[in-house]
């Protein structure tokens, strides 16, 4: 660890004690609000339509550090994403964090570092395309990345988005390392220019660990932001840590809403020294708060308590709400706390209860408590038990071991559907032309929604489609195919690039659903005739 990353780690922890410490973030905010109010109006996220739902994926630091990472474990993490069940239930963001992945060249421009990742980063990105998951890189605003290993955009802004947009990137995490007499809104502010001007749609995730309370401002620009300090030192999972942080990312719930929200960092369910129950309780605990749901522990041989709890769908279910709303605090005892405040698209409402203390608990819910009448009939889902009880009138009792949650919907309908959950085959569709005579060339995505409700048609606007490609989609409801038609009348020998946009809406809510996009490419080796 060099200096520079005690000083910023010291720094995040400061900051993270500083809201523990009763530096409210109603404080916090009642400072930062001349700055950020009038960005805010302008989500970044309306007009890309990425993260509408937070993002969901991967990513290596706190299991992994800097220092084994390169090309091959990420494609065996991609591989294990698939294989565990986890890129169905909507995990799709993966890619090195800190993974010493390139250097400045002489010429300004960042080049891959090819020893750790010899596909090139373009080629780590294809693979990932491939098997219809995203591609996530990490850079940072300032000089260097925090091992001081790589460099920062600083002077470069530019450039390198410019050259995470030639790798293809679909996210890009900009740290806030090596930032000395940098203004963070400025700063930040360039990096969105220089990512709109790279025109490639991208996650942008700023991780500032709460420096300059971008819950105020950064929804112009990005579509999430950290928090809180670090939830982990690389392998070492802390639960009394990530409680702090939890307890200090739900005071921030007004600032979420579809494409910006809080983020506490990535998970630790599944690390070394976390318990079932632990798990369990970090995972609904990052739902209720409509958390990016970004895992951190090694997916390959992950146990099945592991794998079951990062893809309970039901959990899932209420992170991926279309309404956005974050999750908070409603009571607290101190061993015993209540959380909801988190109304769900079918009308249904999120409650969780979570126990820090020893023993066995029982807490009683009153639906005044949550806002509602004491009168109303309601059913209540278990979403870790998977059974449904009720009618309740008025009151439900539930019964909750040490670091255990009870997580539940409650609904006056005894269904509790999933919203939608989209998954692709791919991400990247490789067409070649033949010969020099024109032709037709077809390549397909296909998406499937995992959640409960027939999605309507996808819309592709093709205006917005270069001249030799259409898209069509075929199917309906779940399982939608776009079939992309190439026309290689008159196309000059060369390369060609498409990004597609298709769009659509919830059909439950009526809420824009994130847009989903994938790359298209054309390889004309010879001139074709008219
Ligand atoms: C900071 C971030 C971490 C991770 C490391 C990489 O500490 O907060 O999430 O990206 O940098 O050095």
């Known amino acids: 660890?060099?200096?520079?990353?005690?000083?910023?780690?010291?720094?995040?922890?400061?900051?993270?004690?500083?809201?523990?410490?009763?530096t409210t973030s109603s404080q916090n905010t009642a400072r930062h609000r001349g700055r950020g109010q009038g960005l805010l109006q302008n989500a970044h996220a309306e007009v890309d339509g990425l993260a509408l739902t937070p993002p969901m994926g991967w990513y290596p630091w706190?299991?992994?550090?800097?220092?084994?990472?390169?090309?091959?474990?990420?494609?065996?993490?991609?591989?294990?994403?698939?294989?565990?069940?986890?890129?169905?239930?909507?995990?799709?963001?993966?890619?090195p964090d800190e993974g010493i992945c390139f250097s400045r060249g002489k010429d300004g421009r960042l080049a891959p570092n090819l020893e750790r990742y010899p596909s090139g980063l373009r080629g780590l990105g294809d693979h990932i395309h491939r098997r219809g998951l995203k591609y996530a890189l990490y850079t940072d605003a300032g000089t260097k990345t925090c091992s001081g290993a790589m460099p920062g955009t600083k002077g470069y802004e530019f450039e390198d988005m410019r050259s995470f947009a030639e790798w293809r990137a679909d996210y890009v995490k900009i740290d806030w390392c090596n930032s000395q007499g940098q203004d963070i809104v400025d700063a930040?502010?360039?990096?969105?220019?220089?990512?709109?001007?790279?025109?490639?749609?991208?996650?942008?995730s700023l991780c500032s660990w709460g420096e300059g309370y971008p819950w105020t401002w950064a929804g112009a620009i990005g579509h999430m932001w950290r928090t809180t300090a670090d939830i982990c030192g690389p392998g070492k999972a802390d639960w009394a840590r990530a409680l702090r942080i939890a307890f200090a990312?739900?005071?921030?719930?007004?600032?979420?809403?579809?494409?910006?929200?809080?983020?506490?960092?990535?998970?630790?369910?599944?690390?070394?020294?976390?318990?079932?129950?632990?798990?369990?309780?970090?995972?609904?605990?990052?739902?209720?708060?409509?958390?990016?749901?970004?895992?951190g522990n090694d997916l390959r041989g992950m146990n099945a308590s592991t794998a079951g709890i990062l893809t309970n769908l039901e959990a899932i279910a209420v992170d991926q709400d279309p309404l956005g709303v974050q999750?908070?605090?409603?009571?607290?005892?101190?061993?015993?706390?209540?959380?909801?405040?988190?109304?769900?698209?079918?009308?249904?409402?999120?409650?969780?209860?979570?126990?820090?203390?020893?023993?066995?608990?029982?807490?009683?819910?009153?639906?005044e408590e949550l806002g509602l009448e004491a009168a109303?009939?309601?059913?209540?889902?278990?979403?870790?038990?998977?059974?449904t009880s009720g009618p309740h009138a008025g009151s439900i009792t539930v019964s909750v071991g040490p670091d255990d949650v009870a997580f539940l919907r409650l609904s006056k309908k005894p269904d509790f559907p999933v919203p939608p959950i989209v998954v692709a085959d791919t991400y990247l569709v490789s067409l070649r032309s033949t010969g020099t005579r024109p032709a037709k060339l077809f390549g397909t995505v296909t998406a499937a929604n995992k959640g409960s409700a027939d999605l309507p048609p996808w819309r592709v606007d093709p205006r917005s489609l270069p001249p030799w490609l259409s898209v069509e989609i075929t199917g309906s409801g779940r399982t939608q195919t776009?079939?992309?038609?190439?026309?290689?009348?008159?196309?000059?020998?060369?390369?060609?690039?498409?990004?597609?946009?298709?769009?659509?809406?919830e059909p439950v809510s009526g809420k824009r659903m994130t847009a989903l996009y994938y790359d298209i490419d054309l390889e004309v080796p010879r001139t074709v005739k008219r």
């Not at 060099?2 to 780690?9: A, Y």
């Not at 990472?69 to 698939?82: D, K």
């Open 188 to 204: 930040y502010s360039i990096l969105g220019k220089a990512q709109r001007a790279a025109a490639r749609p991208v996650v942008h």
């Open 249 to 295: 990312n739900e005071k921030l719930a007004e600032f979420a809403a579809p494409g910006r929200w809080n983020d506490p960092d990535m998970m630790i369910v599944g690390m070394p020294g976390m318990t079932e129950a632990q798990n369990r309780s970090l995972f609904s605990l990052w739902c209720i708060m409509a958390s990016p749901l970004i895992a």
């Open 1 to 22: 660890m060099t200096s520079k990353r005690t000083v910023m780690v010291l720094a995040a922890a400061a900051l993270l004690v500083g809201t523990a410490l009763g």
């Open 62 to 95: 706190n299991m992994f550090g800097e220092e084994p990472q390169n090309e091959a474990l990420i494609m065996e993490i991609a591989g294990a994403l698939v294989a565990s069940g986890m890129k169905d239930a909507g995990y799709a963001y993966v890619g």
């Open 327 to 367: 999750g908070r605090v409603v009571w607290n005892d101190g061993n015993v706390s209540l959380w909801a405040g988190k109304p769900l698209f079918d009308g249904s409402l999120a409650v969780l209860v979570l126990y820090q203390g020893r023993y066995r608990a029982e807490k009683k819910i009153y639906w």
């Open 482 to 505: 776009f079939v992309n038609t190439v026309s290689t009348a008159g196309l000059k020998k060369g390369a060609y690039h498409a990004v597609v946009r298709a769009d659509n809406v």
């Open 376 to 387: 109303d009939e309601l059913y209540v889902r278990d979403l870790w038990k998977h059974e």
